[in-house]
């Protein structure tokens, strides 16, 4: 076999003159070299140390790696601890003190070995099986386009039949579709007009203030008119539903009911859809009261002055809030601390009690027992805008949880299970679930187990779940306890492992987070201003903050 370096077929030159024939090879920079330019490539760059072989044994050399952490250093050991490549200067630092090493030609043995032995497999063994699965899919994409082919020729054949008949009912039906289209069109644009003529109204009202505002005629300022309470009250929202086609099923009927039909359009008022823009200023912390309890877990406001407070001990106390002093204490009447607490609309303090299985009201200082449960212990409780009561509990196997509602001691609603059966709410005792009602009727819970806080309707139908908001404010997954709603449909949950508090619209949509310094945020209550209270658990403070313009 003829030289390569002589063939006249493919003669190899140097890499630098070009023209004379290669004898020589830098297996350091990988160049090709006559013998003549082997010294001008040596000093060509002698920051490098140049291994110049012969040409029929090039790339004996190995190449040993750079050193990452110290430029132009050879990398000749190998660190088995940190299982990477090292220099001389790398030994001898504190990083690898104690550390074994292996030359790096030990470690080109055994990763050669390993790649001639992935190699093979690759090749021999996996790369041949993909090919028959390949040929397989190609082989069934084949027989599917075939089948797909014979049954698209057989629609065809079928509908070119029906299209005659079709072509006059689909007409009717098109006919039938563009009048309800028209019709609601024109309910809707009058609607828009109003809505146009009033923000034209709201235009011109700010224009007068701005003239007002910014003009020394005192006549302009005097016959500024105060409008803004009516814009305040917002148009209904009208909810269009086009019609459904519905496919006839009987083929026995005649041919208009056996193609089908249309089902009526309908115009409805949702006068909950809309809600007033949230822009939220920056939280403040104007008033914190010590309430003294070792563990503070719950809040309720009695009024805008005065809260109920409960921790870990067996006594509630009243506070009020401007002077920070403890008004009054009532002991719970098992001994055992309360669960949760809550405030009717007539001031009555309530709180269950899940040691004995009640839910209790204070009256005139006096506890009376409202519930008693068998099997179940109840956890959360709030007082419904109708004076229902809203109770969730959990079995004593704690294998369930549900929400029931009650009127006095009559129990009127079970909600547990969403539309397929599924639970609503997760399974497992003693774990935090609270519990209140929106502006809507929705009932909201927080489900500490579950991460999440569970809305349903006032008929118990699912709404949604709130799993926190991404980026979250914390690396930690929310941790939702108290929960509560303000005047304009807002769910509040506190977040005790991220000491913030998570405001959701009514349908779910993250607003903000309330993040003040707070510190394992539990309990929550808002006041009729929408002044928002927080019980922190371990500071055993409650601090009032402004949220809201």
Not at 213 to 242: E, G, H, M, T
Not at 272 to 292: A, G, L, N, R
Not at 502 to 514: P, T
Request: one cysteine or more.
């Amino acid at each position: 076999m003829m030289d390569p370096c002589y063939s006249a077929q493919d003669v190899l030159r140097c890499a630098l003159c070009e023209t004379a024939v290669v004898q020589m090879h830098c297996d350091t920079c990988l160049v090709n070299l006559c013998t003549t330019c082997v010294g001008k490539h040596m000093i060509s760059d002698e920051s490098k140390d140049h291994k110049v072989v012969k040409y029929q044994v090039k790339k004996s050399t190995p190449l040993y790696p750079e050193c990452t952490t110290h430029s132009k250093e050879q990398c000749t050991m190998y660190c088995n601890q940190c299982d990477i490549p090292v220099c001389d200067t790398c030994i001898a630092s504190h990083q690898h003190l104690g550390h074994k090493f292996l030359t790096i030609l030990q470690i080109q043995d055994e990763k050669k070995n390993k790649i001639i032995k992935e190699h093979t497999e690759l090749k021999e063994t996996i790369f041949p099986t993909y090919q028959d699965i390949a040929s397989d899919v190609q082989n069934r994409i084949s027989q599917l386009e075939k089948e797909y082919g014979d049954l698209s020729t057989a629609i065809t054949k079928h509908g070119e039949d029906w299209h005659r008949e079709i072509d006059k009912l689909v007409k009717k039906l098109k006919a039938e579709v563009d009048e309800m289209k028209n019709t609601q069109i024109q309910t809707l644009q009058k609607h828009m007009d109003e809505i146009n003529k009033t923000m034209s109204d709201i235009k011109e009202e700010i224009n007068a203030f701005e003239i007002a505002i910014n003009f020394n005629d005192l006549s302009k300022l005097f016959r500024v008119k105060f409008n803004v309470d009516r814009y305040k009250k917002l148009p209904q929202k009208i909810v269009p539903s086009a019609p459904k086609f519905m496919p006839g099923k009987n083929q026995e009927k005649e041919f208009h009911d056996t193609f089908g039909a249309l089902t009526l359009s309908s115009l409805t008022s949702d006068e909950q859809s809309y809600s007033m823009k949230f822009s939220p200023p920056e939280p403040e912390i104007v008033t914190t009261v010590d309430t003294w309890y070792d563990y503070l877990y719950n809040v309720a406001c009695l009024s805008d002055e005065e809260i109920w407070t409960s921790g870990d001990e067996n006594i509630m106390k009243l506070f009020s809030i401007n002077q920070g002093s403890r008004l009054r204490s009532i002991t719970t009447k098992s001994g055992y601390p309360p669960s949760n607490i809550a405030v009717t609309k007539s001031g009555a303090l309530i709180y269950t009690d899940l040691n004995v299985r009640t839910v209790n009201i204070v009256k005139k200082k006096k506890i009376e027992e409202v519930i008693r449960l068998r099997n179940w212990r109840p956890n959360g409780v709030c007082s419904a805008s109708s004076g229902d009561l809203l109770v969730i509990m959990y079995s004593d196997d704690v294998t369930q949880t549900k929400v029931v509602r009650y009127s006095g001691s009559t129990k009127k609603q079970t909600i547990q299970f969403d539309d397929k059966g599924k639970p609503l709410y997760s399974s497992g005792g003693y774990y935090d679930r609270y519990i209140t009602e929106n502006r809507n009727l929705d009932i909201c819970v927080s489900d500490h187990r579950a991460k999440s806080v569970v809305v349903v309707n006032q008929a118990g139908k699912l709404r949604f779940r709130y799993s926190g908001h991404t980026p979250a404010l914390k690396i930690k997954p929310i941790s939702p306890r108290g929960i509560t709603t303000d005047s304009q449909s807002h769910i509040l949950t506190a977040d005790c492992d991220n000491d913030c508090v998570h405001v959701i619209d009514q349908d779910g949509q993250f607003l903000c987070y309330i993040d003040c310094g707070l510190r394992n945020p539990w309990g929550l209550c808002i006041d009729t201003n929408d002044n928002l209270f927080v019980a922190e658990w371990r500071n055993k403070k409650v601090k009032k903050i402004i949220y809201l313009k």
